[in-house]
């Protein structure tokens, strides 16, 4: 039977250390702004920026980052790559192509999960998102650890730097949160027990006896059974099962006025 929960606004627990994001030389105030957006999305604040190509500060940033413009205010501004990294334990740079350095690649959910393992021991992680027009260069990455490579489609292996923020972020939100697969909206009903949905069975059986459905006579245990486990197999609300006994009573009314 499916999770009977209704998701509310997620409760994010801000007060642990979370990986810094570091946009290294952006070039369009609308990609940083749609990054902060995708970061406080999944309840990530930390975010540094590298030499944007347009100034600093954004008005079209602060415009696209919605309610996310406190991201904005207290990200830090660098001039160098280095400079941004400076305190970080180990960093990853994200990179749609493999280049001609030796480092490990991983997965943005595999690097999320190693970043958390660093961070509960008490290190610092950044990542690094290369600007929009070619990504990061190998000057950039040789200063990271490992690289993070999204599985996309190789003809067209180009992310939008706000995509491919939100991409990680959400899987770091996966490595530290509970999240539950699937949930039923119940919509002000509860699940019909086992003892209601027998009693609906016996209510259909018994109506579909005397209006001489079972037929012919020799397969009348079979087509009961079926019917039975047909209902056995739907996920049937309280709601459901009056609505079931009110179209069998409807349909008996309708007969005996005729």
Known sequence: ?????????PDFDLSGPTPVFVLVRPQMGENIGGAARAMWNFGLDRMRIVDPRDGWPSQKAIAMASGAGRLLDEAGMFDTVPDALADCDYVFATTARMRDIT?????????????????????KVGVMFGPERA???NEDV?????????????????LNLAQ?????AYEWRRQTADIVPEVVE??????AGHIEVEKMGDHYEETLEKAGFFYPEAKAASMKLNLRNLWSRMPMTKMDVQMMHGMMRQMKRWKERG
Request: glycine residues 6%.
């Open 1 to 9: 039977m499916p999770i009977n929960t209704s998701p509310d606004a």
């Open 186 to 191: 119940m919509a002000g009903t509860d699940w």
């Open 135 to 137: 990504g990061l260069e």
């Open 103 to 123: 480092k490990p690649v991983m997965s943005p959910e595999r690097a999320m999960e190693h970043a958390r393992a660093i961070i509960a021991n008490g290190g």
């Open 142 to 158: 040789i200063h990271a650890n490992a690289l993070i490579t999204v599985p996309i489609n190789p003809q067209f292996p180009s």
């Open 164 to 168: 491919c923020v939100l991409l990680t």
